[in-house]
């Protein structure tokens, strides 16, 4: 793929990743705090850089894990067995801002709020 195809594929893709997302300017201290925790550890494996690229876990949002706030905190510090746990790379703070962080997370598929 040529350097401009890569950079056209990169600009039609950019709105659907930025719609899946919340409003920044909308989020509280913490849900901020969790957005940057997010896109620093999640994000390489739960969102699609591109559209032609592969995706290793599922999306997350506020429904993930039916919504239940204690099974993502559970989740995200003790991993799964494709996942690791990030009990020892964040302190339960940072645990529950990116949980915070992905209530604000709209469903795949719905519009933003």
């Known amino acids: 793929m040529t350097k401009r195809a890569a950079a056209l594929a990169l600009l039609l893709a950019w709105p659907l990743v930025a719609a899946?997302?919340?409003d920044p300017s909308a989020l509280n201290e913490k849900e901020l705090a969790g957005m940057r925790l997010f896109n620093q550890s999640c994000r390489v494996c739960h969102t699609k850089?591109?559209?032609t690229?592969?995706?290793y876990g599922p999306v997350l949002s506020k429904e993930s894990l039916g919504g239940d706030?204690?099974?993502?905190?559970d989740f995200i510090a003790n991993g799964a067995?494709?996942?690791p746990g990030f009990k020892t790379t964040y302190s339960g703070a940072?645990?529950?801002a990116?949980?915070?962080y992905l209530k604000t997370v709209p469903p795949?598929?719905?519009a933003p709020k």
Do not use: F, K, T
Request: proline share 8%.
């Open 108 to 110: 795949q598929g719905a």
């Open 49 to 51: 850089p591109l559209l």
């Open 81 to 83: 067995p494709r996942m």
């Open 94 to 96: 940072q645990i529950d």
């Open 20 to 22: 899946a997302q919340s």
């Open 53 to 55: 690229a592969g995706q």
């Open 98 to 100: 990116i949980v915070a």
């Open 69 to 73: 706030e204690a099974a993502l905190d």
